[in-house]
């Protein structure tokens, strides 16, 4: 089976601070989402891509669908307290499978 | 919308023993799928459906078995328990549209085999 390559694998960052974690595959993926999982929950979606360099914004969070479309990219801006969790990529193609990477662990310190 | 619901939240099994995970959706999605979560590895993709009365399967489907007579529900079927099968289970619903497809994830099954 596919995973995809996410790193980093865990960030400890300061409140306030902004942070960027990322995917490679050696697929091509014409879908490219990114979720947040909090201790216990089901993944949230955050954003969803669709086109090859396509930049989507949702809030302080921005992700970017790689031109190569073997990658994409997650920041976060000015984080603050309530960012803590496990942040996911997944790609897939329509209708088929999703492959999803192995997680970045994110804590904040206030 | 409730969205996606599993049932139960929780589980505990003696090996050998069979059981029934159960997934419904409210939305419509045409794709369900079923995920187990294992520390450090991520979501893997253990069955999937693209409609009603078509299953396939994922990543690792050994020990599993799913069936879709309707759109709303997508039962995951353990067979013969195994203490492997300890993990968290998430079911998951999606659509496309236009090519655009987005997956939605339910609160997931904590199951424990002794």
């Known amino acids: 089976g596919q995973q995809l390559n996410q790193s980093p694998q865990s960030m400890f960052i300061q409140e306030g601070e902004d942070v960027s974690m990322n995917c490679t595959s050696s697929?091509?993926?014409?879908?490219w989402l990114w979720y947040k999982q909090e201790p216990g929950e089901g993944p949230v979606l955050l954003i969803a891509?669709?086109?090859?360099?396509e930049l989507t914004s949702n809030g302080r969070l921005t992700a970017q669908f790689g031109i190569t479309r073997k990658d994409s990219f997650l920041n976060i801006s000015a984080s603050i307290p309530s960012d803590v969790g496990i942040y996911f990529c997944a790609g897939g193609n329509t209708g088929n499978q999703f492959y999803f990477g192995t997680g970045t662990s994110l804590t904040v310190i206030p | 919308n409730a969205g996606v619901t599993q049932t139960p939240k929780f589980q505990v099994l003696k090996t050998g023993q069979s059981m029934t995970l159960q997934c419904a959706q409210d939305?419509?999605?045409?794709?369900m799928s079923w995920y187990r979560q294992d520390p450090g590895m991520g979501l893997r993709l253990i069955h999937y459906?693209?409609?009603?009365?078509?299953?396939d399967q994922g990543e690792v489907p050994n020990g599993y078995n799913v069936s879709r007579s309707t759109t709303e529900d997508f039962p995951l079927r353990l067979l013969s328990a195994a203490p492997s099968q300890t993990s968290v289970y998430f079911c998951?619903?999606?659509?496309?549209?236009?090519?655009?497809?987005?997956?939605?994830f339910g609160p997931g099954t904590r199951l424990l085999v002794l």
């Open positions: 939305m419509n999605h045409e794709y």
């Open positions: 891509l669709y086109k090859a360099g």
């Open positions: 459906s693209v409609g009603a009365g078509i299953t």
């Open positions: 998951a619903s999606s659509y496309a549209q236009w090519g655009e497809e987005t997956q939605y």
């Open positions: 697929s091509i993926f014409n879908t």
